[in-house]
């Protein structure tokens, strides 16, 4: 493992569970912590895409984060994510975080209004000068329409508090780029599930992971291996976990993801409009991956 960046590791990107009404519910969410925590979860990353952070309000996701924060106790890294387009609202969120106790933030690329690299820069800028808390950059240019040039990259590590990336960008000669510039200056964390151990081989020291959730220490073991330089063995392992990477996505996330964390046992409700419930089709095909390998996580203890 490195011990170059603050960040490394499997960080698992959690959802944020609800009750029947649809309202937040603290206890199956430190039930799915203390899961995590005892697999040596490297870092806890609520309220992101995952945790559905544009379907809460303001007050609902300092909840959620202040919750994490009391469930993982000092146990390890809590950093929340910030899916904001505006700066002035990514400042508000991040601020409250950090008051709450979250000594780190992942920030997406503002979106919407595409803005120029210059734009991506003066916005990131205006929150490290605002938020004393490390930043996780957050590229999903899929999602966002911005996609940040190698450069930027490099300028961000330089000139901002900035300490790691989020790496979501299917274009791997960027990745490659961005890895040879910036992986002395910060954490080249994947976030893409499909390929993380080729992200490795490139300079990731991690990954950001929402499967995560049902299989950490497989996960963690994928990684592992990679970071050793047995990247065949680790491939190997990887391709075993491919058919749950491939179902919990099959649908908008988080769906397929709440759908297989209960059938371990753990009720963590439904999702927001105008996200849907998972379809019957996908839930029995979890149904038929998800008892299996969740099985064989007792190898890895």
Same mark, same amino acid.
């Given at each position: 493992? %490195?011990?170059?960046?603050?960040?490394?590791?499997?960080?698992?990107?959690?959802?944020?569970?609800? !009750?029947?009404?649809?309202?937040?519910?603290?206890?199956?969410?430190? =039930?799915?912590?203390?899961?995590?925590?005892?697999?040596?979860?490297?870092?806890?990353?609520?309220?992101?895409?995952?945790?559905? @952070?544009?379907?809460?309000?303001? $007050?609902? *996701?300092?909840?959620?984060?202040?919750?994490?924060?009391?469930?993982?106790?000092? $146990?390890?890294?809590?950093?929340?994510?910030?899916?904001?387009?505006?700066?002035?609202?990514?400042?508000?969120?991040?601020?409250?975080?950090?008051?709450?106790?979250?000594?780190?933030?992942?920030?997406?690329?503002?979106? @919407? @209004? =595409?803005?120029?690299?210059?734009?991506?820069?003066?916005?990131?800028?205006?929150?490290?000068?605002?938020?004393? #808390? !490390?930043?996780?950059?957050?590229?999903?240019?899929?999602?966002?329409?911005? %996609?940040?040039?190698?450069?930027?990259?490099?300028?961000?590590?330089?000139?901002?508090?900035?300490?790691?990336?989020?790496?979501?960008?299917?274009?791997?000669?960027?990745?490659? *780029?961005?890895?040879?510039?910036?992986? %002395?200056?910060?954490?080249?964390?994947?976030?893409?599930?499909?390929?993380?151990?080729?992200?490795?081989?490139?300079?990731?020291?991690?990954?950001?992971?929402?499967?995560?959730?049902?299989?950490?220490?497989?996960?963690? *073991?994928?990684? !592992?291996?990679?970071?050793?330089? *047995?990247?065949?063995? %680790?491939?190997?392992?990887? #391709?075993?976990? $491919?058919?749950?990477? !491939?179902?919990?996505?099959?649908?908008?996330?988080? +769906?397929?993801?709440?759908? +297989?964390?209960?059938?371990?046992?753990?009720?963590?409700?439904?999702?927001?409009?105008?996200?849907?419930?998972?379809?019957? #089709?996908?839930?029995?095909?979890?149904?038929?991956?998800?008892?299996?390998?969740?099985?064989?996580?007792?190898?890895?203890?």
């Amino acid at each position: 493992m %490195s011990t170059r960046h603050k960040y490394t590791g499997i960080l698992t990107s959690v959802p944020t569970p609800f !009750d029947s009404h649809g309202q937040f519910n603290a206890t199956v969410l430190r =039930r799915l912590i203390d899961r995590l925590v005892d697999a040596q979860a490297d870092a806890i990353v609520p309220i992101g895409g995952t945790g559905e @952070y544009i379907s809460l309000t303001f $007050r609902e *996701r300092l909840e959620v984060v202040q919750s994490t924060l009391d469930a993982v106790d000092g $146990r390890c890294p809590v950093i929340p994510g910030i899916i904001s387009a505006g700066i002035n609202d990514a400042i508000e969120n991040a601020k409250a975080y950090v008051e709450a106790g979250a000594k780190a933030v992942m920030v997406v690329t503002p979106y @919407y @209004y =595409r803005p120029t690299q210059e734009g991506v820069l003066d916005y990131y800028k205006h929150l490290s000068d605002k938020v004393d #808390a !490390d930043i996780i950059l957050y590229e999903i240019p899929y999602r966002t329409g911005v %996609s940040l040039h190698y450069d930027t990259v490099d300028r961000l590590a330089d000139m901002t508090r900035v300490v790691g990336i989020k790496a979501c960008n299917s274009d791997l000669a960027q990745q490659m *780029r961005v890895a040879e510039k910036s992986a %002395s200056k910060m954490a080249i964390l994947s976030g893409e599930e499909d390929v993380l151990p080729l992200h490795v081989a490139m300079g990731a020291v991690g990954g950001i992971i929402s499967s995560s959730n049902l299989v950490p220490r497989q996960w963690k *073991r994928v990684l !592992d291996l990679a970071l050793d330089g *047995r990247l065949e063995e %680790s491939i190997a392992l990887h #391709a075993t976990l $491919r058919p749950l990477i !491939d179902a919990v996505f099959a649908e908008p996330n988080p +769906a397929p993801l709440k759908t +297989a964390l209960t059938l371990t046992g753990l009720d963590i409700g439904g999702v927001l409009p105008p996200l849907l419930p998972t379809s019957s #089709a996908l839930q029995q095909r979890l149904a038929q991956i998800v008892p299996a390998l969740v099985e064989k996580e007792s190898a890895y203890v």
